[in-house]
């Protein structure tokens, strides 16, 4: 036993040759976040103020889809949403459509905290946010270059695709658009963690899909598919937000473990392996027990973990460089 | 295959001082429903087409706590949300904050057959209702003067709930009349409008499909999210099984409780009526709440741990029942 920390800065479709200018600040993104982790829990604070720590920093961060550096909507704005879940008391919050709120993990929190409800959203969610005083900006804070040409290409492929089903073009290539940054598809941050009394956190965080439309909702604020926590595990996880919603992935994880006696691993392999598409979602546990796993079924998850007998491990693919 | 069923409810945690014709009412509500259901069934529609008319059916009648009759948020005004789910390939959609769409399981139908999404809400939902034509009425045609009274009464029970925590021993000053040994939510039961409706169909083909539809929790912050459009908590569906939740939304959440109903089958073999009963007893801790639930053999099951729970069900063998307390 002991403790143990996560991190995810995202699973998807991460080309093998991404450029290093475009890896290298995000593995020391990973790397920074997962200290700031490991400094906490080594300094007692419980999982739970380790999560939102963690995920503040990652959100604060332009590097990765949440906070700032949030993917755009079709209308070329920010729709941010997070949530958060204590395994101790279950107690979680959520919040879904904010535009202003330069950390959305804490809004969750303080509706967990403060209010009477788990999970409140864009106007509602605003406004609750100025009356708890928490720090507001702008939105074009969030507002990153390589989102709005991520927004652009992602606007030009829909096209693309409407264009090739109305004339057949004999052109492969035009299908495997170059991705400017080789991921489009990157979506949420988050963060578990387990003390060494087996208190169990769990947060994530997203600006959601790129080009959705305005309103989605994706899998990170909903409770039992991008996040859940109880007794026996935390999970978050990331990916397609609609396959994550469907295979209620977090809970699985807990429920395989629960139910049918499944370790930790062998619980997220099960759910990440055999229950979802693959392509689909990547996911980051930890234990009562102090074990971690990381697990995706996707090119890549940016990742990084840390348990209290020294092991730690920072990685995008599946061959993983331990530190 | 063991042939159709179906089970409607209109919401769990009902008054127990609730008058006689209000009782019978909500009955007569969930027979015509469930007659509705029966006649579609004998005539082969998809489970998933089945739930949608009936939960149709249910928003479009005032009495329950779901589209027209809806109850309304802290500025009085009315925030629908609702889930719809197809078990044989998990398909789903989810719809919250809708102030003007007529009937918001459509919507959620809408959402999972027509957007690349799951789940959209508020503004950019009514975007979404307009873009497929669906009905659409002012915020107005919601609110019913029933429900403005129960918002007003809530309001003066909240301020009596916090009156009564002010350490002084203020008990003289509380409202002994609304001081009922029964609460839901926060709010008295006599206060309290049960938040939901929902449907669960399997049809002759053994497919199940699940809808969920509310206007939520009386005076609720606007905003506000419960478990009605959460898939996995407030609604499920898959290839064993389909489920509705209703009653209090946090505790439904956290027990991811339609999902949870669906992983005990899954997981640890047990039939529906041992998995519902399961899952209220020791999935709830505090928590008050109900649910339906069918199987694809044909079983329905239902369970709730509060004050009674508006409920119908019926089998293709003949089989029917419309209940409120236990």
Redesign the interface.
């Known amino acids: 036993m002991g403790w143990a920390i996560a991190v995810h800065g995202g699973a998807g479709d991460i080309s093998r040759s991404l450029p290093h200018d475009r890896r290298q600040p995000r593995e020391e993104a990973i790397r920074h976040c997962l200290q700031i982790g490991v400094e906490a829990l080594q300094s007692n604070s419980p999982p739970l103020d380790v999560v939102e720590l963690v995920v503040r920093e990652l959100e604060n961060i332009p590097h990765f889809n949440a906070g700032r550096g949030s993917v755009l909507t079709s209308e070329g704005t920010v729709e941010m949403e997070a949530s958060i879940m204590d395994g101790n008391t279950m107690r979680c919050g959520a919040v879904s459509g904010l535009t202003t709120v330069v950390n959305a993990v804490s809004l969750a929190r303080l509706v967990m905290e403060k209010t009477p409800h788990i999970y409140l959203a864009f106007d509602g969610a605003e406004q609750f946010a100025r009356e708890q005083g928490v720090e507001i900006v702008d939105s074009s804070h969030f507002i990153t270059p390589e989102n709005v040409e991520r927004l652009k290409l992602a606007k030009e492929a829909n096209r693309v695709q409407i264009d090739y089903n109305a004339q057949p073009i004999q052109n492969d290539t035009k299908k495997e658009k170059p991705c400017a940054n080789g991921d489009s598809q990157i979506g949420t941050v988050g963060c578990v963690a387990v003390d060494s009394n087996g208190n169990l956190a769990s947060a994530t965080s997203t600006g959601g899909l790129v080009n959705k439309m305005a309103g989605r909702i994706g899998d990170t604020p909903v409770i039992g598919a991008g996040t859940y926590a109880n007794e026996l595990c935390a999970v978050s996880a990331t990916g397609k937000g609609e396959s994550i919603i469907r295979g209620t992935v977090a809970r699985d994880v807990a429920a395989l473990m629960e139910f049918k006696g499944l370790s930790l691993k062998e619980a997220a392999d099960c759910v990440v392996h055999e229950r979802t598409p693959k392509g689909t979602v990547g996911l980051i546990a930890v234990s009562a027990a102090g074990e971690v796993v990381m697990s995706f079924n996707t090119t890549g998850m940016f990742r990084g973990c840390a348990t209290e007998d020294g092991y730690s491990e920072v990685a995008i693919w599946s061959d993983a460089q331990v530190e | 295959m063991g042939g159709w069923a179906i089970a409607v409810h209109g919401g769990a945690g009902v008054d127990p001082n609730l008058p006689l014709h209000r009782q019978e009412e909500a009955k007569q509500l969930l027979t015509r429903c469930l007659n509705l259901g029966i006649s579609a069934l004998n005539s082969n529609l998809p489970a998933i087409d089945v739930v949608e008319l009936i939960v149709r059916e249910l928003e479009t009648d005032p009495l329950f706590n779901s589209g027209r009759g809806s109850a309304l948020t802290e500025k009085g005004t009315v925030e629908m949300e609702a889930s719809i789910m197809d078990g044989p390939k ?3 959609g ?1 719809v ?2 809708l102030t003007t769409v007529k009937n918001p399981i459509s919507l959620a139908r809408l959402v999972m057959e027509k ?14 209702a307009r873009q497929q034509g669906v009905e659409v009425v002012d915020n107005e045609y919601f609110i019913t003067p029933e429900n403005v009274g129960m918002l007003k009464l809530a309001k003066e029970a909240n301020a009596i709930l916090f009156d009564y925590r002010i350490p002084n021993g203020c008990e003289t000053t509380c409202g002994a009349n609304v001081e009922s040994p029964l609460h839901m ?2 709010l008295p039961i006599s206060v309290y409008a049960p938040e939901t409706v929902g449907c669960v169909v399997v049809d002759r083909e053994g497919r199940c499909a699940a809808a969920t539809s509310t206007g939520g ?1 009386m005076n ?7 478990d009605s459009p ?4 407030g609604t ?1 569906a898959c290839d064993l099984c389909g489920v509705s939740c209703t009653g209090e ?2 505790a439904i ?2 027990a ?1 409780l339609a ?2 109903v669906a ?2 089958m899954e ?2 073999g047990l039939g529906l009526q041992e998995a519902v009963d399961f899952c209220i007893k020791t999935r709830l801790d505090d928590g008050k709440a109900g649910l339906i639930a069918v199987s694809k053999n044909g079983e329905v099951a239902y369970g709730f741990n509060c004050n009674g729970m508006f409920r119908g069900c019926a089998t293709e063998n003949g089989f029917m029942e419309v209940g409120i307390w236990e």
């Open positions: 998990r398909r789903c989810a919250s904050g957007s690349p999404h799951s789940y959209l809400a508020f503004s950019g939902a009514e975007d979404f939510n926060g929790l609720k912050m606007a905003g506000r999210i419960g959460l898939i996995g908590s499920y939304g946090e959440i956290r991811t999902r949870e992983a005990v997981y640890k």
